[in-house]
């Protein structure tokens, strides 16, 4: 079955500090990888997109790594801000001969205070 | 140009009831899916809709249903409401269905709510 477990689930850090959140999958065949950042109560945005090919990618204070290897992923956010704080979710698409099949993981609740 | 709307914002219904849920893409896009997003987990894929057809369904029961129209916005039907049916129902639209690469457009989703 495929899989997609984040961790941690839930996080709290001072505002300008930095974090990581960890993803890995058992999604298979692999198609690519996706972070979302979810507001509450409000639909998620997509953050990253990357493909087998790719091992890093930048979003502003966002960089999403890949290892396909390992079947991990992660996201740092730097210098963090109040308005970091939502819900990020890991979502693993399998490759299919046609539409879109996206795993998501259950997210990790980040919280920025001052 | 205005991103993916859904409507109704917030609904609440009784057990046994049937509901339905409206979403219209980003114009351009052809490809509708729907997502329940029960509170403290991550969306599960109920359906994708692409050019009128269905393209993909989750592990839904059958009171669950959906529909594309031509002008590609979509409608979920979920009929005998169970309490377990409350949720955030969202909505995404891509631009084709064919590619897995295809990146899908959330819209603000509907809050259900069964008593």
């Known amino acids: 079955k495929n899989q997609v477990e984040q961790s941690p689930q839930s996080l709290i850090i001072l505002e300008g500090k930095n974090c990581t959140l960890q993803?890995?999958?058992?999604?298979?065949?692999?198609?690519?990888l996706r972070w979302y950042k979810q507001d509450t109560g409000r639909g998620p945005v997509s953050l990253t997109i990357?493909?087998?090919?790719?091992n890093t990618k930048s979003n502003g204070r966002y960089t999403a790594t890949l290892d396909a290897d390992t079947k991990q992923s992660s996201l740092h956010i730097t210098a963090s801000q109040l308005s970091d704080s939502a819900s990020y979710i890991c979502?693993?698409?399998?490759?299919?001969?046609?539409?879109?099949?996206?795993?998501f993981g259950t997210g990790t609740q980040l919280k920025v205070e001052l | 140009d205005a991103g993916v709307t859904q409507s109704p914002t917030h609904l609440i219904k009784t057990r046994g009831q049937q509901v339905t849920l409206r979403c219209s893409p980003i114009?351009?896009?052809?490809?509708v899916s729907w997502y329940q997003q029960v509170l403290g987990q991550g969306p599960q894929f109920i359906f994708q809709?692409?050019?009128?057809?269905?393209?993909g369904r989750g592990n839904f029961p059958d009171r669950f249903s959906a529909r594309q129209f031509p002008n590609y916005s979509s409608e979920l039907n979920v009929n005998a409401l169970l309490l377990g049916d409350s949720a955030l129902y969202l909505c995404?639209?891509?631009?084709?269905?064919?590619?897995?690469?295809?990146?899908?457009?959330f819209g603000p989703g509907t809050r259900l709510t069964v008593l």
């Open positions: 995404a639209s891509s631009l084709a269905g064919g590619s897995s690469y295809n990146e899908q457009f």
């Open positions: 809709y692409y050019e009128k057809e269905e393209r």
């Open positions: 114009s351009g896009h052809k490809s």
């Open positions: 979502v693993v698409s399998e490759l299919t001969g046609g539409g879109n099949k996206l795993t």
């Open positions: 990357m493909t087998f090919s790719e």
């Open positions: 993803c890995n999958y058992t999604v298979s065949p692999f198609s690519n």
